[in-house]
C-alpha cells in the first residue's frame, strides 16, 4: 500500500512534466499537422539556459535566495526558448507549408540534431549538476509516504500551467483564433485572422512550456546534459498520441498516464519479470503503450479523427 | 450597357488566375456598384469560384488587378482584405464545425473592437435568423446544411461588410431551404451591403440580380441586367435547362 501511494505520488509528478511537454506536441499538431520532432530538445535548451543563469547569479550575487534565482532563471530559459520556437518555425517550418508531410518531418529531425549539436558545443559533452534550489529532501513522511518539496513544486506549478493554457485557449479572443486556424486556415484569414502569427505564436507558447518543463525536469534529477531532451521528447510524443494528438486534455491525460504506467512500471517490474529486469529498464513501459495505442486504438484515449497525415 | 451611376466599388480589371500551371481565369473584366446585387453564373469549372477567392485574396493573381473602393488590392493578403470590407462565404460554407455556433459567429466579428456595436449587431442576425440563436451553444457541426449556410452568412455580416461573396449558397439544399436563403440575401441587400452572388442555379440568381455576368471556361462571355440574361435564349438554353 506505501509502495503504491509512493508510485502514485512520483508517477503524478514525472507525468506533469510529460504532459507539459506533450501540449507542446498538441498544439503544433493541431494547427499544422506537423510532429516537430526537435520539441523535446527545447526542454533540454530550457534546463541548461536556466543553469547558465544560475551559475552566473551565484558568481555575481551569491547571497541571492533559491526562489528569486529559480524565477530568474525561468524568465531566462522561457524567453530564450520561445525566441528559438519562433525561429524554427519561421525560418524552417514556414516554408514547407506546402511541401508534402515527409519534407517538415525530416526536417523537424534535423532540427533536433541540429538543437543537441549547437548545445553540446556551447555546452559540452559532460552531464552537470543541476543546482537543486528546492529541496529534494522528502518531508516527514505521511502515511509512510515521501514527498518532497520539489515535487510538490512541480505538482502545483503544472496545475497552475494548464489550467492557464486550458483558459488561453477556451475563452480568448486567441485561443479561439487558435482553434479556428487549426480547424480551416484559409476560412480563419477570411476571418480576419493573421493565420501566420497565430501558427508562431502556437510554437512560442509550446516552447514556453517546455522550457519550464526542463527546468523541473533537470531540478528533480539534478543534472542536465545536451542530450537529455531525447527521451523526455519521446515520451511526451508518446504521451500526445496516447491521449489523442491534437487535443489538449489529451496531451494532458496522456502525460498524466504514462507517468503512472512507468512509476507503477518501475515499481513492480522486478516482480512481474521474475527478477529478470530491474527498474532501470522503466523506459520501456512508454513504448509498449505507444505500440499498442498505435495498434488498437490510433485515435488515441480523447482524439474524434483518425489522422490521415504523416 | 448599363449606366455608370457612380464610382463602382469592386472592379476586375484584365483578373487572371492560374491553378498549376492552366490557367483558370482569362482577363475578367467586371464592375459592381455600391448597393447593387449581382451574379455569376456558369457551369461547374467555369472560374466561378476562382474569381471569387481571388477577389478575397485566397488565391495570388497571374494578371490583372482588384480594384476595391478605387484602390488596388493586390498586394493586401486575405486577412486584411476582411477589414476593408471585403466578406467572402466560401463553397461548402467553411463552418468551424468543432466550434460552438455562438464561437462561430464571434470569429465573424474577430477584428472588431465595438463590443457594444457587435452585440447589436449579434441581435440583428439574430433576428434574420431566429433558428441560429436557438443553436448559440451547440458545436456548430451538427447543425444541418441549411442551417451551416444561414450561420456562414450571419458570421460573414458580423464584420459589417461592405461588399459580400457567396459561393453557391444553394449547394446541396433543398429548395424550400434555398429559398429561405434567398430570402436573408435579399433582405441583407435591402440593408445597402453590396453582393456577388456565384450560383449554379442561373434562374434564382438572375431573378433576384440586378445585373448578371455569365462565365463560361475562365472568361465573361455576357453581361446584362438579370432580367434580360433570363429572356437571352442563349442563356436560357445554355443554364436554365430550356432546348433552344
Redesign the interface.
Known amino acids: 500500500m506505501e509502495t503504491l501511494l509512493q508510485q502514485l505520488i512520483n508517477g503524478l509528478t514525472i507525468g506533469s512534466v510529460y504532459a507539459l511537454v506533450a501540449l507542446g506536441y498538441t498544439m503544433v499538431y493541431g494547427i499544422l499537422g506537423l510532429i516537430n520532432f526537435a520539441h523535446g530538445d527545447l526542454v533540454m535548451v530550457g534546463a541548461l539556459s536556466a543553469l547558465q543563469t544560475m551559475m552566473f547569479l551565484m558568481g555575481v550575487a551569491p547571497g541571492m535566495s533559491p526562489i528569486a534565482m529559480l524565477t530568474l532563471a525561468l524568465l531566462v530559459a522561457m524567453p530564450v526558448c520561445m525566441m528559438l520556437g519562433f525561429t524554427m518555425e519561421r525560418l524552417a517550418y514556414r516554408r514547407l507549408r506546402n511541401a508534402p508531410r515527409l519534407a517538415p518531418l525530416i526536417t523537424a529531425i534535423g532540427m533536433s540534431f541540429l538543437l543537441q549539436t549547437i548545445a553540446m558545443i556551447l555546452w559540452g559533452r559532460s552531464y552537470h549538476t543541476f543546482p537543486q534550489l528546492i529541496s529534494t529532501t522528502p518531508l516527514q513522511p505521511i502515511a509512510g509516504v515521501f514527498i518532497t518539496p520539489v515535487q510538490i513544486a512541480i505538482l502545483i506549478t503544472s496545475a497552475l500551467i494548464m489550467v492557464a493554457l486550458i483558459l488561453l485557449v477556451t475563452r480568448t479572443r486567441v485561443g479561439r483564433a487558435m482553434r479556428a486556424t487549426a480547424e480551416n486556415h484559409k476560412v480563419a484569414s477570411l476571418m480576419g485572422v493573421d493565420t501566420n502569427a497565430v501558427i508562431a505564436m502556437t510554437f512560442v507558447v509550446g516552447a514556453a512550456l517546455a522550457a519550464v518543463a526542463g527546468v523541473m525536469f533537470a531540478s528533480n534529477y539534478g543534472i542536465a546534459h545536451y542530450g537529455m531532451g531525447f527521451m523526455p521528447g519521446l515520451k511526451a510524443f508518446t504521451a500526445a498520441v496516447l491521449g489523442g494528438i491534437g487535443n489538449l486534455g489529451g496531451a494532458m491525460l496522456g502525460g498524466i498516464t504514462l507517468g503512472l504506467v512507468e512509476s507503477f512500471g518501475a515499481g513492480y517490474i522486478e516482480d512481474l519479470s521474475f527478477g529478470f529486469l530491474n527498474s532501470s529498464y522503466q523506459d520501456i513501459f512508454a513504448f509498449i503503450i505507444l505500440g499498442l495505442v498505435l495498434i488498437f486504438r490510433p485515435t488515441g484515449l480523447l482524439g474524434e479523427r483518425v489522422s490521415d497525415r504523416a | 450597357m448599363l449606366p455608370d451611376q457612380s464610382q463602382a466599388i469592386l472592379e476586375l480589371r484584365g483578373l487572371s488566375v492560374s491553378y498549376g500551371g492552366i490557367q483558370a481565369v482569362k482577363g475578367i473584366d467586371l464592375a459592381l456598384f455600391p448597393g447593387e446585387l449581382a451574379c455569376l453564373i456558369g457551369a461547374n469549372g467555369a472560374g466561378k469560384t476562382t474569381t471569387l477567392n481571388a477577389i478575397?485574396?485566397?488565391l495570388p493573381l497571374a494578371g490583372g488587378d482588384v480594384i476595391y473602393a478605387g484602390e488596388r488590392l493586390n498586394p493586401v493578403?486575405?486577412?486584411?482584405r476582411?477589414?476593408a470590407g471585403i466578406?467572402?462565404v466560401?463553397e461548402g460554407r467553411?463552418i468551424?464545425?468543432?466550434?460552438t455556433v455562438e464561437?462561430n459567429l464571434?470569429?465573424?466579428a474577430?477584428?472588431r473592437r465595438d463590443k457594444v456595436g457587435v452585440e447589436a449587431d449579434m441581435e440583428k442576425v439574430f433576428e434574420m435568423l431566429p433558428r441560429v440563436k436557438e443553436r448559440l451553444p451547440q458545436v456548430a457541426g451538427t447543425l444541418s446544411g441549411g442551417e451551416q449556410q444561414m450561420l456562414a452568412i450571419g458570421?460573414a455580416l458580423l464584420?459589417r461588410p461592405r461588399l459580400l461573396l457567396l459561393d453557391e449558397p444553394s449547394m446541396g439544399l433543398a429548395p424550400i431551404i434555398v429559398e429561405k436563403i434567398f430570402e436573408v440575401i435579399q433582405s441583407v441587400a435591402r440593408e445597402g451591403v453590396t453582393i456577388l452572388l456565384v450560383e449554379q442555379n442561373a434562374n434564382l440568381a438572375l431573378e433576384f440580380s440586378s445585373r448578371g455576368y455569365v462565365m463560361e471556361s475562365g472568361a465573361i462571355t455576357l453581361t446584362g441586367s438579370g432580367e434580360a440574361l433570363l429572356a437571352d435564349p442563349k442563356v436560357r438554353s445554355a443554364y436554365l435547362g430550356e432546348i433552344g
Open positions: 478575397a485574396g485566397l493578403p486575405a486577412h486584411k476582411l477589414a466578406a467572402l466560401p467553411g468551424f464545425t468543432r466550434l464561437e464571434r470569429m465573424g474577430y477584428i458570421r464584420s
